[in-house]
T-cell receptor
C-alpha cells in the first residue's frame, strides 16, 4: 500500500505560470521529504528536500511547503519554463535508524510547460 | 564523472529467459537499491542493500534476486522473466544518513515478450 499519495497525475501550465504538485503521507514516522525531477530517458535527480521542523524551503524558483499537522507537503515552481517539463516525484524517508533508510515515492506528476 | 552506472540500457527477453542487470557506483556509498518504474505506479523498491554483505526485500521482490558483489556493485537477476516484469529498472545508491538522498542510474528499459 502506498504511504505517499501524490497529485495531480499530470499538469499543464503556461510559461510563466505557477506549477503546484501536492503530496500527502500517512505514516508520521518520516523525517525527510525530498522531491526528485526526472527527464525522459534519465534517472530521477534530487531537486530539493525539507525536514519536518521547517515549514518552507526555497531554492531559486522551487519551493517546498510543509504542513506537519495536515501531513501534507507541496512543490511550487514559480515562473515555470518549458525546460521544467519533466516528471516530478515526492518521497519520504522513515526516521528509524539502522539498515538502509529507503525512500517511499509518490506515483509521480508529469508536468508540461507550454511555450 | 562520478555516479551510478547501469548496464544494459535496453533489453528484450522472451518469457522464461533469465538475465542479470548490472549496477556499479563510484561514490563510495554504503547503501544501494533497485527500483522499478511503471506508469502511474511511481518508483517501487524491489531490493536494497544497506551495506556490503547484506540484502533485504523491498515492496515488490517476487521474481527477483540480488547480489551485493562488493561495495561498488549490486546486481539484479530475473531467473524466469514474465511479461509483468516489463518495466524500467533503476539502481540507486546513498550514504545511510545523508540528507542528500539517492543518486540514480539512467535506467534499464526491459521488455518481456
Amino acid at each position: 500500500q502506498q504511504q505517499v499519495k501524490q497529485s495531480p497525475q499530470s499538469l499543464i501550465v503556461q510559461k510563466g505560470g505557477i506549477s503546484i504538485i501536492n503530496c500527502a503521507y500517512e505514516n508520521t514516522a518520516f523525517d525527510y521529504f525530498p522531491w526528485y525531477q526526472q527527464f525522459p530517458g534519465k534517472g530521477p535527480a534530487l531537486l530539493i528536500a525539507i525536514r519536518p521542523d521547517v515549514s518552507e524551503k526555497k531554492e531559486g524558483r522551487f519551493t517546498i511547503s510543509f504542513n506537519k499537522s495536515a501531513k501534507q507537503f507541496s512543490l511550487h515552481i514559480m515562473d515555470s519554463q518549458p525546460g521544467d517539463s519533466a516528471t516530478y516525484f515526492c518521497a519520504a524517508r522513515p526516521m528509524f535508524s539502522g539498515s538502509a533508510r529507503q525512500l517511499t515515492f509518490g506515483s509521480g506528476t508529469q508536468l508540461t510547460v507550454l511555450p | 564523472n562520478a555516479g551510478v552506472t547501469q548496464t544494459p540500457k535496453f533489453q528484450v527477453l522472451k518469457t522464461g529467459q533469465s538475465m542479470t542487470l548490472q549496477c556499479a557506483q563510484d561514490m563510495n556509498h554504503n547503501s544501494m537499491y533497485w527500483y522499478r518504474q511503471d506508469p502511474g505506479m511511481g518508483l517501487r523498491l524491489i531490493y536494497y542493500s544497506a551495506s556490503e554483505g547484506t540484502t533485504d526485500k523491498g515492496e515488490v521482490p517476487n521474481g527477483y534476486n540480488v547480489s551485493r558483489l562488493n561495495k561498488r556493485e549490486f546486481s539484479l537477476r530475473l531467473e524466469s522473466a514474465a511479461p509483468s516484469q516489463t518495466s524500467v529498472y533503476f539502481c540507486a545508491s546513498s550514504e545511510v544518513e545523508t540528507f542528500y538522498g539517492y543518486t540514480f542510474g539512467s535506467g534499464t528499459r526491459l521488455t518481456v515478450v
